[in-house]
């Protein structure tokens, strides 16, 4: 099963990149290893007086670009091997978009789902109180991820001023606007991927204006997604799902009501039957539309489903929802995907920008916000279309073979290494 194992995934990518490029075997080794990982245990007071200690974890995978940055998750499956595939993505997810910060991320074993809220600041809080010294506005910048919110930032940002004595709203990122977040943050993600859609539409001669487009998830980023290919582009959501199942209409979806039918009952499934039928995710993926948009969990587009997918771009605004041999049938078949890294870069974006915010102590609107990123996007997917058409490789091999170069050529230049 060394398919479903997230670091692997990684390391197997990684390795196609480097033969591309050509990369000796010492450089080789370095990139696949972690810089820095942190283990820590957390003591937190529980509501009924017990003390219950949580693991958790921070990944600072490489620095040679600049301060690491990713995000914090709370879960109960949490494990090394998925926080380092993620530290991993964020290295070269942060050098795609040319951003001058490395890759990190952490999380901790936990379900924050049965911790009261004092319960959940107080791990917040514990969490920093062990890794404080190791991160900081010049070292390694975390921000929301998987059950954290701009709450749980705030709480964690609070939690570092207060142990070193200032200020410091620089030291994470996705905090509320009114300590220092950054407007635009909150759909960043996919906002972002519509960037790079619209690019790749035009790319292949795509109306997104008749598109139909069908989308796996729907939290932050998956309903933020439907909302804006009907309001950017006028394209057709026409089927959406959940972890419970998913729901298709040929006509097209109401968005507002999926949404309200998704925040009242938790899933998109108890929308009003008789405008829609029910699907399951498995169809859903392979439905006959112009794009897929996955905005759900990795590995689900598989060697399995991969030759019935009809779709003629595939959106990635999961992290690795494609396993690599999904990934060559679909490369031969002929689908244009905008890999996880270049396609939900949107959000790491949003978030180095609240850092530059918060260097100048100074505030963008949110016009300002959707500007900057949609050239960053922009800029972004085309270095990856040219680099793939330059080699004749896939855009992930591409958007790697960006992304790593600048990696390499950092760690030359830094005196790390002296040939590649
Ligand atoms: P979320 O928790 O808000 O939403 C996840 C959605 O996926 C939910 O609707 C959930 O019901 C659904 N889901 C869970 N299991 C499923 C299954 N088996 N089949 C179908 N749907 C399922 O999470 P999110 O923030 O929207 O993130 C979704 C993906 O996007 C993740 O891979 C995440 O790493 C990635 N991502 C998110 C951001 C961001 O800013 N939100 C940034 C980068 C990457």
């Excluded at 009924?48 to 990944?59: A, N, P």
């Excluded at 107080?122 to 390694?140: A, H």
């Excluded at 949110?366 to 996007?377: G, N, S, W």
Aim: hydrophobic content about 40%; proline content about 4%; overall charge negative.
């Amino acid at each position: 099963m060394a398919e479903l194992n997230p670091f692997d995934i990684a390391c197997e990518q990684l390795d196609d990149c480097a033969k591309i490029l050509n990369l000796n075997e010492d450089v080789r080794e370095m990139l696949k290893s972690p810089m820095r990982e942190l283990h820590v245990s957390i003591p937190v007071r529980m509501d009924d007086g017990r003390t219950k200690v949580f693991k958790g974890f921070r990944v600072q995978y490489n620095d040679a670009k600049g301060p690491t940055k990713g995000g914090i998750r709370f879960h109960p499956e949490e494990t090394i091997d998925t926080v380092r595939a993620l530290a991993a993505w964020m290295t070269w997810k942060c050098s795609l978009m040319d951003l001058p910060l490395g890759g990190g991320k952490g999380g901790v074993i936990c379900n924050p789902k049965e911790l009261s809220e004092n319960e959940l600041e107080r791990l917040s809080r514990g969490y920093i109180d062990m890794i404080w010294q190791f991160m900081g506005p010049n070292k390694d910048v975390p921000a929301p991820d998987v059950y954290t919110t701009p709450q749980v930032m705030a709480w964690m940002m609070d939690e570092y001023s207060k142990i070193t004595g200032s200020n410091e709203f620089g030291c994470i990122t996705g905090k509320p606007i009114c300590v220092g977040g950054s407007c635009g943050r909150d759909d960043a993600t996919a906002r972002g991927g519509m960037f790079t859609i619209r690019e790749a539409a035009k790319e292949l001669g795509i109306d997104l204006s008749k598109a139909t487009v069908a989308i796996q998830g729907y939290g932050n980023a998956g309903s933020n997604a439907a909302i804006l290919c009907r309001d950017l582009f006028g394209s057709k959501v026409v089927a959406i799902s959940d972890s419970q199942g998913g729901i298709y209409n040929k006509d097209g979806l109401d968005i507002e009501l999926a949404c309200s039918v998704k925040k009242d009952t938790c899933t998109v499934v108890n929308f009003p039957k008789d405008e829609t039928q029910k699907i399951s995710n498995q169809e859903l993926l392979e439905l006959d539309v112009d794009i897929l948009i996955s905005a759900a969990l990795e590995n689900v587009i598989t060697k399995e489903n991969a030759p019935y997918i009809k779709a003629k771009i595939i959106a990635e605004l999961a992290n690795g929802p494609t396993t690599p041999e999904a990934d060559e049938i679909l490369f031969e078949k002929g689908v244009h995907i905008i890999p996880d890294f270049l396609c939900n870069a949107g959000g790491v974006t949003v978030s180095y920008f609240e850092m530059v915010q918060n260097i100048d102590r100074y505030c963008w609107d949110v016009e300002e916000v959707r500007k900057r990123l949609d050239e960053r996007m922009t800029r972004a997917y085309h270095s990856v279309l040219e680099t793939s058409r330059a080699y004749n490789i896939n855009m992930r091999q591409a958007a790697y073979v960006v992304a790593v170069n600048r990696v390499v050529e950092a760690m030359k230049i830094r005196g790390w290494i002296k040939f590649s």
